[in-house]
């Protein structure tokens, strides 16, 4: 297998374990953070996670820039 294929493979499983899980994944910081990488939160998720954790503006560009990245290898 090459490494692109092992990468799109990673992601793929990564991803469908997070969508499969029943937890409320806007439920804590470090959670919101994570799925919003592996799957992407929608805009109004992002201004409830604004004033939930404070998140800045700085500190959802990165987020979505990261799921930009991420969902480049899948």
Known sequence: MSVKSDLQEAHESVHDAIVFDVRDWGADKRSAWIYGIMVGWDN???????????????????????????????
């Open 44 to 74: 109004d998720s992002y201004q409830e996670f604004k004033q939930k954790f404070r998140w800045t503006d700085k500190v959802i560009s990165r987020n979505k820039r990261l799921r930009q990245a991420i969902s480049s290898c899948g």
